[in-house]
C-alpha cells in the first residue's frame, strides 16, 4: 500500500493486486486495516481509528481507492460515488484489438452470486441492471493492446464482464475468458486515475499513479 494523498477528511492509497478493500469471509487482513494502523501510528491516535469505506474494488485489481477519515467525508463522498461525481479512470490491457479505437458500451448485467461473475446481454433480462462505460484505446505492445476506460456506471465485474463481451478479455482474468493467468494471480486492471471535488475544502482533488510500464506500449 502506498499513500497517494491525505489531509483531515480524506485519504487515497494505491492498492496492490490481491488485497481485499475491505474485510470477506476469507478472513484476510483487509487493506481498510492496514491504512487504520497507518493512521493510528502517524498521528498516535488513541482507541479505535475511523475509517470509511466508500467504494471497492476487486481483489485481482490495482490502483487508487478512496477512504475516508470522518463521519462528514464519509457520507458525503457515499453521496458523489451514488450520484456519480466521483470520476475514476482505469487502465486494462487486453490481448485482442477492439473492433473500434473507442466507443462506449451498454450491456444488461446479471450477477449471479454463487459463480462471482456477471454476465452482459445486449437488451433488458430479468434481475438485470444497466451497464454503461466508454473506452478508448491508448497504446500497443507486441502482443497486448492498452484501453482506458470510463465508467458511467457501477456495477460488479463491469469492466471485466463489459471487455470481455465485446472480445477483449482482460489479460490475467481467467473468470472471462482469459487464456492464462498472471503468474502473481493479478489480472491487468488497474484504476488509474480518481477525480473528484474535495467533500469538505471543495477543491478540486486529481490524483493518478503510473502502471504496466513493463509492457513497453507504444501510443496508438
Known amino acids: 500500500m502506498t499513500v497517494i494523498?491525505?489531509?483531515?477528511?480524506?485519504?487515497?492509497?494505491?492498492?496492490?493486486?490481491?488485497?481485499?478493500?475491505?474485510?470477506?469471509?476469507?478472513?484476510?487482513?483487509?487493506?481498510?486495516?492496514?491504512?487504520?494502523?497507518?493512521i493510528r501510528v502517524k498521528y498516535a491516535k488513541p482507541g479505535n481509528v475511523f475509517l470509511g469505506v466508500v467504494h471497492r474494488l476487486d481483489r485481482p485489481v490495482s490502483g487508487l481507492v478512496v477512504f475516508a477519515r470522518?463521519?462528514?467525508?464519509?457520507?458525503?463522498?457515499?453521496?458523489?460515488f451514488r450520484k456519480g461525481e466521483v470520476h475514476k479512470t482505469y487502465w486494462a490491457v487486453v490481448a485482442n484489438r477492439p473492433l473500434a479505437d473507442e466507443g462506449t458500451l451498454e450491456?444488461?448485467?446479471?450477477?449471479?452470486?454463487?459463480?462471482?461473475?456477471?454476465y452482459a446481454y445486449?437488451?433488458?433480462?430479468?434481475?438485470?441492471?444497466?451497464?454503461?462505460?466508454k473506452y478508448r484505446l491508448i497504446g500497443k505492445s507486441e502482443r497486448y493492446w492498452l484501453v482506458?476506460?470510463?465508467?458511467?456506471?457501477?456495477?460488479?465485474?463491469?469492466?471485466?464482464?463489459?471487455?470481455a463481451a465485446m472480445g477483449c478479455p482482460i489479460k490475467g482474468d481467467l473468470k472471462y475468458g482469459?487464456?492464462?493467468?498472471?503468474?502473481?494471480?493479478?489480472?491487468s486492471l488497474m484504476s488509474r486515475r480518481v477525480e473528484f471535488?474535495?467533500?469538505?475544502?471543495?477543491?478540486?482533488?486529481?490524483?493518478?499513479?503510473?502502471?504496466?510500464?513493463?509492457?513497453?506500449?507504444?501510443?496508438?
Open 5 to 38: 494523498y491525505e489531509d483531515n477528511h480524506v485519504i487515497v492509497v494505491n492498492k496492490e493486486s490481491g488485497e481485499i478493500v475491505q474485510g470477506d469471509k476469507t478472513g484476510d487482513s483487509p487493506l481498510s486495516d492496514t491504512v487504520k494502523e497507518y
Open 70 to 80: 470522518t463521519s462528514k467525508a464519509l457520507s458525503r463522498l457515499c453521496d458523489m
Open 107 to 118: 450491456h444488461w448485467l446479471v450477477r449471479n452470486e454463487k459463480q462471482n461473475k456477471s
Open 122 to 133: 445486449d437488451h433488458e433480462v430479468r434481475n438485470s441492471k444497466k451497464a454503461v462505460l
Open 148 to 163: 482506458e476506460v470510463n465508467l458511467l456506471t457501477g456495477r460488479h465485474h463491469q469492466i471485466r464482464c463489459q471487455l
Open 178 to 187: 482469459a487464456r492464462r493467468s498472471n503468474p502473481d494471480g493479478s489480472i
Open 197 to 220: 471535488v474535495h467533500p469538505v475544502s471543495h477543491q478540486n482533488i486529481d490524483l493518478k499513479v503510473d502502471g504496466f510500464e513493463s509492457f513497453c506500449f507504444k501510443p496508438v
